[in-house]
Every structure is written in structure tokens, then in C-alpha cells.
């Protein structure tokens, strides 16, 4: 099976900075395609945050360009977001997602993480 398991989350005051990390493991993980990060503000729909493809071309949502960054390392299967000049409307919960390919297969699928909760409070 394939888990995807987000860090990093916590309390932030208005200026400050963070940096997620999510790690996709599992024994049968052939390739990763694109890495995403969403969020999901209590009350909102999720919306996509940041996208990084196999060959780290990235897309931002125009709400974070310019503060954060999103970067991966493919020897570890994992997706990072640098977070800065936070704000209190980027509290949210923020998930990971990614395309995986399992091994003896050749189709990708999708996976998501659990999330983690991001406060920006003062």
C-alpha cells in the first residue's frame, strides 16, 4: 500500500514561516508523478496550493505567489513547502497529494495524506 504522512503543521504568528514536509512511502511505489499540496479552510472547499512535477516545474495558486515554495526530493519520495510572510487566511488544514505509479503496474493513482493543521494567529 501507499501512504502519504504530512509534518510540520502548527501555530504561527502573522509574518512568520513554516515549512511542511510530506513523505509518500511504501514498498511498491514505482514512480511519483506530480507532487500537489491543497489546503481546506473550515467552511471552504479544498484548493490547491502549489504543484511540483517529476521534473520540479512548479504552479502556485495566485494567493501564494511569492511566499511559498514547493520542492521535492525523488530519492525520498518526498514534498516540501516552504511557507513564508504567513498570514492568517492561509490557516488552514493543508494536505499532500501525488500521482504514484505502483510497481507491476501502469497506470498512476492518485493518494492523499491526512493533513496537518496550519494556525496563523497572533
Known amino acids: 500500500q501507499v501512504q502519504l504522512v504530512e509534518s510540520g503543521g502548527g501555530l504561527v504568528q502573522p509574518g512568520g514561516s513554516l515549512r511542511l514536509s510530506c513523505a509518500a512511502s511504501g514498498n511498491i511505489i514505482a514512480s511519483i508523478a506530480d507532487m500537489r499540496w491543497y489546503r481546506q479552510a473550515p467552511g471552504k472547499e479544498r484548493d490547491l496550493v502549489a504543484v511540483?512535477?517529476?521534473?520540479?516545474?512548479?504552479t502556485y495558486a495566485d494567493s501564494v505567489q511569492g511566499r511559498f515554495t514547493i520542492s521535492r526530493d525523488n530519492a525520498k519520495n518526498m514534498v516540501y513547502l516552504q511557507m513564508t510572510s504567513l498570514k492568517p487566511e492561509d490557516t488552514a488544514v493543508y494536505y499532500c497529494?501525488?500521482?504514484?505509479?505502483?510497481?507491476?503496474?501502469?497506470?498512476?493513482?492518485?493518494?492523499w495524506g491526512q493533513g496537518t493543521q496550519v494556525t496563523v494567529s497572533s
Open positions: 511540483i512535477t517529476s521534473g520540479r516545474s512548479t
Open positions: 497529494n501525488a500521482d504514484v505509479r505502483r510497481r507491476y503496474t501502469f497506470d498512476y493513482l492518485t493518494f
